[in-house]
């Protein structure tokens, strides 16, 4: 290795943001994607949540919380936000920072007469999916050199009709762009193709489409305290990791006894007291193809306490095997 790439190796969490993946060492242009450490956002759309939205809550949420809803609306609705806002930043502004890792859950809202798409966490955005893609098309036309994975999961209240709607709207928002399933991608191999988009569908109909991937496994831990969640990845990384792409989500869980015992708090405050022993923990980690490494790395509120030039500098170490 030459000493201009172990000096690049030494700062790949200084490379700009907005095009870290173009930046990166040539070393890095032949790994596969799923061995690379790239950041990604949890629940990715939650900045535009509804607060003036008249439709009932989701149906994954509890039902005491669904009955209180139902007659204290104007009291719960405020609740639903500060606890269902994972993300601050827009779409744009999240993938300018650095995330290539989009965790989108997508909702019909109850007795809405139109194929309009929505994201929803608690309750649902003001922004359809379909504007949200547009989006990013824009960005990666501005970013020729970057790669995004698109994850399309947790549906709700859609039918048959919608999803093909929906597939429809995703081949003609992305186009070319799109990369179909292959054994293996590369950076090289996918800017040699003029492919930027890796879509995964959570849905039986992905064994239809070739240029649709199967769900991307999300490791959660459902725990409200980091030594909990630390404990549950620190055992499944015992058993190793999947062979593809795969999430390590370092968000924590606010049950309902949680929110209950901290009235004044948001999910917010939730994340940030945690972030600084969550990220001591993500910098012990390597990506690769090893057991107990990783792959995305996703959490709340990415922004924050340099989460992504972290989860970026883990590659860092696929560089010190190469050389």
């Known amino acids: 290795m030459s000493s201009t790439e172990v000096v690049r190796q030494a700062s790949l969490k200084e490379l700009p943001l907005d095009s870290w993946m173009g930046h990166l060492p040539s070393a890095l242009w032949e790994v596969p994607l799923w061995n690379l450490a790239i950041p ?11 607060k003036s939205d008249r439709s009932p809550v989701d149906l994954t949420q509890p039902d005491l919380l669904q009955k209180l809803d ?9 609740f639903f936000h500060k606890w269902g806002v994972t993300q601050e930043l827009t779409v744009k502004e999240q993938l300018d920072s650095g995330v290539r890792y989009l965790d989108l859950r997508i909702a019909h809202r109850p007795n809405d007469t139109t194929t309009d798409l929505y ?11 379909e504007t949200v893609l547009q989006e990013i098309r824009a960005w990666l036309d501005a970013h020729p050199r970057e790669v995004v994975l698109l994850s399309f999961s947790h549906f709700l ?15 003609t928002v992305f186009s070319s762009k799109l990369c179909p399933v292959t054994k293996v991608v590369t950076l090289r191999s996918l800017w040699s193709l003029g492919y930027q988009v890796i879509v995964s569908y959570e849905h039986h109909v ?21 030594d909990d969640l630390v404990e549950v990845f620190e055992n499944k990384k015992k058993h190793g990791r999947p062979g593809g792409f795969f999430v390590t989500g370092i968000n924590l869980t606010e049950d309902l006894k949680y929110i209950c015992s901290h009235p004044t708090e948001s999910l917010k405050d ?17 990506p690769g193809s090893q057991m107990g490494s990783v792959n995305i790395v996703a959490g709340d509120f990415i922004s924050e306490s340099h ?14 095997w190469s050389m």
């Open 270 to 286: 939730m994340v940030m007291s945690s972030n600084p022993a969550l990220l001591s923990w993500v910098r012990g980690q390597v």
């Open 70 to 78: 139902k007659y204290m609306k104007p009291l719960i609705r405020p």
């Open 119 to 129: 994201f929803y966490h608690g309750v649902y955005t003001t922004l359809t999916v």
């Open 206 to 226: 992905v064994h239809l489409h070739s240029d649709l991937w199967p769900h991307i496994p999300y490791w959660w831990a459902n725990k409200c305290k980091v």
């Open 40 to 50: 990604g956002s949890h629940n990715a759309i939650t900045y535009c949540l509804d």
């Open 157 to 171: 209240g859609l039918n048959q009709d919608l999803h093909t709607e929906l597939i429809s709207t995703i081949r």
């Open 307 to 320: 989460f992504v030039p972290t989860v970026i500098a883990l590659n860092e170490h696929l560089l010190t």
